[in-house]
């Protein structure tokens, strides 16, 4: 007895301290929504356009009988994109990680599926399909990417060994894939489901507000959007990120339920790199087909649609229109005010966003308590369509700049700090106290290893905020500011100005595409000199 | 002598290119296991005595020269099914009970698993595993997971054994304990085996011969032939003579 006793004693030492971890965060989440509802109630910001959760939850109450359609479109379009983005993420993944070529071939159309602002495809889809169509096909793009990397990474990741062991009864790529690889593949898989689950939705909202179709949460919002009730636009905010918070912790009890384990809130932002070729000559080959092949597609898709030339501009239709016609120099000059409006906007808001997350994440090494009570409300914004909320604070801060920049570092620093919190966390106990063993101090340390060690996260970070920061800017523009591509995208939309439509998607994807890759390039350099791989 | 049922390895070289230098794993080398014989490979990491496994295995191909498992090719051996495998640290797929763990081969070569219905049950009597088939890996002990993944190594009733320093990761005490019911196993089975190890003790207790290898270029240094008699028992360990063998190859090992 008298050995066991000081055991037990540290279980439920343990234990406690595990209660109060987590009655700390219900306690945060308290003091939040008590603040909240003091603001609002006290009408602090904006004159009410921050309304109380108790006035938010009467307005919901009133409204209850408007939600029920809106939210069966959303989930409809969500759903079916879900289901169809997954499924053909998790086939393109298994024949990536099986044949490493096709994954070189198709990193062009993975690169753009990944880096392309769903607003600015959002018209171009509405005019070139019907009906829930288009809410489907972004869905299924807001999935593609991260299932399909989790799938990569989760075949590659098969121990070695297992593998040798079918290949030692013979068994080649079909019998392994079956026995080994698929199935330890389904953690990673489980949680890029997890992470799709509320892109999925996302998506589903943004291509509501591109039109078609009178129902669905993204109508709704933008509908809402001009009679000025923040109670109301709250209300349908809230709820649309309830709905991605439940998808995405369904598919965490699903994954918890099968496999016993539940892995860390990252979202993969890069392809996983395939083994480089060692001829030159293929190199440039496979790479030429990589960035051919999207516009293949392109054009491929439009013929197999059989959509109007005049509607639908194919890869030359769109040349035509910018550098052929007697209009061209008028919309390319067009095209270009909105470019020097919406980019440096863009860039700004990133580096912002960025750095703001960067010192956030190193304070979270040097003060661990501030986090332990932050990182909760960090990770619930990873699954918030938080881009979708944009209406909501276009009613706090107005229809200025600022609201780009409020929007823009929004939205790019939540994922940059979750990125660069976890991936400073992974840094190894010892190699932090080695520098400590050796007397240095608290800022020392940084220096020495956490800044360096976190690197590949804060590139990461990075190629995650790229795509995000021009889809929040142009969000931003579309609904509020008048100015640059976003506004661009919907003024055509109301001129029927097709070629312009096509003109901004385009761009707004190659721009998107060029930065990541700028990114993608200057990480090579930077962390291959270092001996480091990129982080997920 | 050509071993029908044994191992033929003839004039095997094997280089790999890493970091822009080449290094040469195997060098010209032959070995020939007759039927029924226990050979034990013993040498510096970076021997290549790995690398000549997976080339017995059929996981890797020879740039020159000639490996025959019972006349065939590693590839034509392992699809018919007439070799078994243990690797080192057990690899068992965790998400599957011992059983069919166990049963994992027949999978792989497309047999009925009802066939093997009693088999499976004498194995996992055979390396003490009763009351477990049903137990995923994670619930047993590292000893349990080698003997289950030496049940599956047999599964198949093979003719060639090849054994990856399948008790590398287990700690001395029970390595031994091992070693002994390695030997009961194998006696029963009559298969040609082929053990690659790290320990001396293991190499001499086990084997009929133990073959010295050494590095740069990986090459056969040595052979040298144990004369004790089987069954061995674990008092062999003291015998003056297990002394002098273990002292042999350890000379040999340093390059004497």
């Known amino acids: ?536 | 002598m050509n071993a029908e049922h044994g191992i033929t390895i003839n004039q095997v070289s094997r280089s790999f290119t890493g970091r822009g230098t080449l290094v040469q794993a195997l060098s010209d080398v032959s070995l020939d296991c007759p039927e029924g014989s226990f050979t034990a490979l013993i040498g510096p990491s970076g021997c290549g005595k790995s690398t000549l496994l997976r080339l017995a295995l059929g996981l890797d191909a020879p740039d020159s020269g000639q490996v025959l498992i019972s006349g065939m090719t590693p590839q034509a051996a392992a699809k018919s099914g007439k070799t078994g495998v243990a690797f080192q640290d057990a690899a068992l797929m965790p998400w599957r009970t011992v059983e069919d763990n166990i049963l994992l081969p027949l999978d792989v070569l497309g047999r009925k698993r009802s066939a093997y219905h009693d088999e499976v049950a004498k194995l996992v009597k055979l390396v003490g595993l009763d009351g477990f088939e049903k137990a995923l890996p994670g619930e047993l002990s590292g000893g349990m997971r080698q003997r289950a993944a030496i049940a599956r190594a047999l599964v198949t009733r093979p003719e060639i054994l090849f054994l990856d320093e399948p008790f590398g990761a287990l700690d001395q005490i029970l390595r031994r304990q091992m070693n002994v019911e390695l030997q009961r196993i194998w006696m029963e089975s009559n298969a040609t085996t082929l053990l690659v190890t790290h320990g001396i003790d293991e190499a001499i207790f086990l084997a009929d011969r133990v073959v010295v290898m050494q590095s740069k270029p990986g090459r056969i240094s040595r052979i040298i032939d144990v004369p004790f008699d089987r069954p061995r028992t674990p008092d062999l360990f003291a015998h003056p003579t297990f002394h002098a063998l273990e002292k042999e190859i350890a000379e040999a090992l340093d390059g004497h």
């Open chain 1, 1 to 536: 007895m008298a050995t066991k006793t000081p055991a037990a004693k540290t279980e439920s030492v343990l234990s406690l301290r595990q209660k109060l971890a987590r009655y700390s965060t219900v306690r945060n989440w308290l003091l939040l929504l008590v603040f909240w509802e003091i603001i609002g109630q006290l009408r602090l910001v904006a004159d009410g356009a921050l309304p109380a959760p108790s006035a938010i939850l009467a307005r919901m109450w009133v409204d209850w009988a408007d939600y029920p359609p809106h939210i069966w479109a959303t989930l409809e379009g969500a759903g079916a994109g879900f289901l169809i983005g997954n499924a053909v993420a998790i086939a393109a993944g298994v024949l990536f990680a099986t044949f490493p070529l096709t994954q070189r071939l198709a990193r062009g159309v993975n690169v753009a599926l990944f880096a392309l602002p769903p607003i600015a495809v959002s018209p171009i889809l509405v005019i070139t399909f019907s009906d829930m169509t288009p809410r489907i096909i972004l869905a299924a793009i807001g999935c593609y990417f991260v299932t399909m990397s989790a799938t990569v990474t989760g075949i590659q990741q098969t121990d070695r060994r297992i593998v040798d062991v079918v290949h030692a009864y013979g068994g080649r790529q079909w019998k392994t894939l079956i026995y080994a690889q698929m199935r330890s593949a389904i953690p990673a898989i489980l949680s890029g489901l997890r992470v799709a689950a509320p892109n999925a939705v996302l998506g589903s909202i943004l291509a509501e507000f591109g039109g078609g179709g009178r129902f669905g949460l993204g109508v709704y919002l933008i509908g809402s959007l001009g009679r000025g009730e923040p109670d109301r636009l709250w209300g349908i905010g809230l709820s649309a990120t309830v709905i991605a918070g439940l998808a995405y912790l369904l598919f965490s009890l699903i994954a918890t339920r099968l496999t016993g384990t539940s892995k860390a809130v990252t979202v993969p932002a890069s392809p996983p790199a395939p083994k480089a070729e060692k001829s030159m000559v293929l190199t440039l080959a496979l790479g030429t087909v990589s960035f051919a092949l999207p516009f293949l597609l392109w054009w491929l898709m439009l013929a197999i649609m059989g959509t109007p030339a005049m509607i639908a501009k194919t890869p030359v239709g769109l040349f035509d229109y910018l550098f052929m016609m007697p209009s061209s120099l008028v919309s390319l000059g067009k095209l270009a005010t909105a470019l020097g409006q919406t980019l440096p906007m863009t860039m700004v808001g990133m580096a912002v966003g960025l750095s703001f997350a960067f010192a956030l994440a190193l304070c979270s090494v040097l003060y661990t308590a501030i986090i332990r009570g932050f990182m909760p409300v960090a990770l619930v914004t990873q699954t918030m369509p938080l881009v979708a909320l944009t209406p909501l604070l276009v009613l706090i801060l107005g229809r200025g700049p600022s609201l780009i920049l409020w929007i823009t570092v929004s939205v790019t620093f939540f994922p940059a700090f979750v990125t660069m919190a976890q991936g400073l966390s992974m840094v190894s106990r010892a190699a932090i106290e080695v520098p400590k063993a050796y007397g240095a101090g608290p800022f020392r340390q940084l220096w020495l290893v956490s800044i360096p060690a976190s690197l590949p996260y804060l590139f990461a970070a990075t190629r995650l905020a790229v795509p995000r920061a021009l889809l929040g800017v142009m969000i931003a523009e579309w609904l509020a500011t008048g100015k640059g591509l976003g506004n661009l995208l919907n003024q055509s939309r109301g001129y029927l100005d097709y070629g312009m439509i096509w003109s901004v998607s385009v761009v707004s994807v190659l721009i998107s595409v060029l930065f990541y890759q700028i990114v993608v390039a200057i990480e090579q350099r930077v962390l291959s000199k270092r001996g480091m791989a990129p982080a997920q």
